[in-house]
């Protein structure tokens, strides 16, 4: 099983603030085959990122991704109030096909 | 435009049997990968099982040989049919759709909420 470690489990920052989440594989991943996940109180999920660096549609360029291996990072450059939320990063590869990562958590500090 | 609707959480008892509906609009549920992903109250995202386009299926350690997952083309629906039911199966459940060579889901759901308890 390809575990998923993300860093850190809370992270506290201001508007304005650069973030920058961490999420690290026990094996190597495609680059393919990671994604970054943003997710807000009582709602579902929603794609940031695919591909370790892809934008999906819709998302502002202030996010991004990076990475290869086993460490991949997510930066959003200046945080806006509705980027607080929890982040959860994803990979597939061999079974169990699909892994999340625990989650970070960004709040306003 | 895509849409994904589902439907058929319930409080139930351990034990039982309970199926979940996911209705897709704007493409067809057989020509791509879809899955169901669950979360429980307060934790984080676990990922559940997988049909692919040719029918094979997948599914998380957890639920394997409990769970099903299957898809009817003509109602363009996914469903989870879940069998013996436990309280760690208590979750909110979300069906999502794949996005091809990537391996990440494009599409989700708003989720439905299944309770095992007694």
């Known amino acids: 099983e390809n575990v998923l470690t993300q860093s850190p489990g809370t992270l506290s920052l201001s508007p304005g603030e650069r973030a920058t989440l961490s999420c690290r594989a026990s094996?190597?991943?495609?680059?393919?085959?990671l994604a970054w996940y943003q997710q807000k109180p009582g709602q579902a999920p929603r794609v940031l990122i695919y591909g370790t660096s892809n934008r999906a549609t819709g998302i502002p360029d202030r996010f991004s991704g990076s990475g290869s291996g086993t460490d991949f990072t997510l930066t959003i450059s200046r945080l806006e109030p509705e980027d607080f939320a929890v982040y959860y990063c994803q990979q597939y590869g061999s079974s169990p096909r699909y892994t999340f990562g625990q989650g970070t958590k960004l709040e306003i500090k | 435009e895509v849409q994904l609707v589902e439907s058929g959480g319930d409080l139930i008892q351990p034990g039982r049997s309970l199926r979940l509906s996911c209705v897709a609009s704007?493409?067809?549920?057989?020509?791509?990968?879809m899955g169901w992903v669950r979360q429980a109250p307060g934790k984080g995202l676990e990922w559940v099982s997988v049909i692919y386009t040719g029918g094979s299926t997948e599914y998380a350690d957890s639920v394997k040989g409990r769970f099903t997952i299957s898809r009817d083309s003509s109602k363009n629906t996914l469903y989870l049919q879940m069998n013996g039911l436990r309280a760690e199966d208590t979750a909110v459940y979300y069906c999502a759709r794949g996005r091809p060579n990537y391996g990440d889901y494009d599409f989700w759901g708003q989720g439905t909420l299944v309770t095992v308890s007694s």
């Open positions: 094996q190597s991943i495609s680059n393919n085959y």
């Open positions: 704007g493409f067809t549920v057989s020509s791509i990968y």
